[in-house]
Structure formats: structure tokens, C-alpha cells
């Protein structure tokens, strides 16, 4: 089965950049996807399609992606983006597949 | 405004029975595919169910032969029958919507609704 493999934790300091990773095999032949939750609400979509932002979501936060990894970039970060942030594919045989999720904190 | 929300979650002792409601706003249900997510205490999300537009629905083998989703296109509403429940099926259960084009993500989420399986 499909396994996405998160840090459990990035720290960064307000003004800095974070970097979240998605690791997996052969990753980069899937379009990976971000959602940001936090706590005591529902995730929300940040990120789609590798780099494609919703609507209203801020150009601080982008994505990409390469053959085992797949980065998602917090530009300038607030206080505000602190959060839990999950990767999700989706697998032919697995269905819909989540990492294990990246607790964002702002130092 | 599109909207989902969910209701219907309670504390059960195991092996008991529950059933979940997804109502929709803002979109109709008979035109989108929309999934069951949960998310266990302090844990990850886990995929549960989705029911496509043309009616077919798919689960995940964690609840496959357990769990019933259905919808009732008149109420605009979704559902999640759950059966012979353990207490790993204990969560915060959102319905979110798919979006299919290239790929497959979820646009829309709802606020969720607890379930909460222990004697």
C-alpha cells in the first residue's frame, strides 16, 4: 500500500520559510495535494495539483514536487500558519491516501 | 455558498450501530462525489467512503462490510451507516467533497461530527 511519510514537526521563526515534505516512492508521477488544520477545525485545502492554490488562499504558501518528494513552501510565515498540514494522493489500489501529518509550530 | 455539515455522531458502546447525515447547500449531491474522512484522537486523516455522482460508492477495507453510504438526493443529504462498531472506529467523522478532474482532492469540508465508541 501507498505510505506518505511526513516529518512530525517543523519549527521556523516568524519572517522565515518552512518546508514541509511528502515523502514516497515515485511520488513525482502523482499530483500531490495540501490541506492545513487547525486545532478544533476542519482541514482545509491550501494547495492542489502539485502548486495550484485555491481561491483566497495566500501566494505565501506553494508547492512542488520531484520524483520521491513533495514539498509544500510556507513563505513568510505568521503566527496565523501555524497548524498541522497533511499530503494526500490518490492510488489506484489504495484510493485516497494522507501522510502522517507535519505540526507546523511558529517559535 | 457551498456547504456541508455533518451530524449524528454520540457515544456507542461497541458493536453498536450509528448513523451519520452529510446535508449539503449550495451544490446538489446527485452532481458530486463526496467522501466520509475521519480522524481518530491526536491521529492522522484516514478515508473512509465515497459515494460518486452515478450512485456507486467504494470504501476502504477498515470499514468495508461495516459501514453503508448512501444518499437521498431529494434531502440533499448524504449518509453513513455505521454497524458492528470497535472502538478503533472511535473519530471525528467530516463528509468532503471530491474534486475529480486530473486528479483527486477534497474542495469542501465539513465541520465534522464525533463518534465516540467505548462501553
Known amino acids: 500500500s501507498y505510505v506518505l511519510t511526513q516529518p512530525p514537526s517543523v519549527s521556523v521563526a516568524p519572517g522565515q520559510t518552512a518546508r514541509i515534505t511528502c515523502g514516497e516512492n515515485?511520488?513525482?508521477?502523482?499530483?500531490v495535494h495540501w490541506y492545513q488544520q487547525k486545532p478544533g477545525q476542519a482541514p482545509v485545502l491550501v494547495v492542489h495539483d502539485d502548486s495550484d492554490r485555491p481561491s483566497g488562499i495566500s501566494e505565501r504558501f506553494s508547492g512542488s514536487s520531484s520524483a520521491n518528494t513533495a514539498t509544500l513552501t510556507i513563505s513568510r510565515v505568521e503566527a496565523g500558519d501555524e497548524a498541522d498540514y497533511f499530503c494526500?494522493?490518490?492510488?489506484?489500489?489504495?484510493?485516497?491516501?494522507f501522510g502522517t501529518g507535519t505540526k507546523v509550530t511558529v517559535l | 455558498e457551498v456547504q456541508l455539515g455533518e451530524s449524528g455522531g454520540g457515544l456507542i458502546q461497541p458493536g453498536g450501530s450509528l448513523r451519520l447525515s452529510c446535508a449539503a447547500s449550495g451544490l446538489n449531491v446527485y452532481s458530486n462525489h463526496v467522501s466520509w474522512v475521519r480522524q481518530a484522537p491526536g491521529k492522522g486523516l484516514e478515508w473512509v467512503s465515497v459515494i460518486y455522482s452515478d450512485g456507486s460508492v467504494d470504501y476502504a477495507d477498515s470499514v468495508k462490510g461495516r459501514f453503508m453510504m448512501f444518499r437521498d438526493d431529494n434531502k440533499n443529504t448524504m449518509f453513513l451507516q455505521m454497524n458492528s462498531l470497535r472502538a478503533e472506529d472511535t473519530a471525528v467523522y467530516y463528509c468532503a467533497r471530491d474534486v475529480h478532474g486530473g486528479s483527486y482532492y477534497f474542495d469542501i469540508w465539513g465541520q465534522g461530527t464525533l463518534v465516540t465508541v467505548s462501553s
Open positions: 494526500q494522493v490518490w492510488d489506484s489500489s489504495s484510493n485516497y491516501v
Open positions: 515515485n511520488i513525482g508521477s502523482k499530483s
